[in-house]
């Protein structure tokens, strides 16, 4: 089980479910009857040393203590951009290192041949030179979501996954962390 921990938070944010989804329940549904060797959660810290960035730590920090599961953090950097509205240039944080930590780990995971499933929980087309390769040992899916225009889903990893999980706001509803 391969997670963008990013993904994840932008699903849990458009179905207003931040903070409340059990990581370990969650991946043990998405896996379904296979048995889970591992869960992966890539991430990154936010950029500032705001009280959000130490609360993602902590976060992060507790997932690592979940039963079978590791963290694997890229980092965050500023890029100069330009406002497309006022055209002043702008900075942007963008995550860097992340990408490229889930699609070595798919390709890590699937020359494991105990392993038969890789879920991936994503919506980048990045990923699909990986999973082309990848799938050629194992089975690729692909959990995402598709809300409005804040959360989508790129065609061509849909088109490159072996199956594919849509995920709402009811997927959920037995995944929740107990209050």
Known sequence: MLIDGMYLQNIENAFGLYGKIDYQKFSDKLIG???????YVFDALPYSSSA???NKQKFLDRLAYFDKFQVEQGYVKMDQRTCPKCM??????????????I?????????DQ???????LAGDA???PAIEIAKKKTE????????GESIGVS???KKACDGRIKLDAAYFSDCLRNA
């Open 33 to 39: 009857d296979f048995q889970r060797s591992r869960t």
């Open 52 to 54: 959000g960035r130490s």
């Open 88 to 101: 002043e240039p702008i900075e942007v944080p963008r995550q860097k290192k992340v990408d490229v930590l």
């Open 103 to 111: 699609a070595t780990r798919l390709l890590e995971c699937s020359l």
């Open 114 to 120: 105990k392993i038969d499933k890789i879920v991936l």
């Open 126 to 128: 990045d990923f699909v």
């Open 140 to 147: 690729i899916v692909l959990a995402f979501a598709e809300v």
């Open 155 to 157: 065609t061509a990893l």
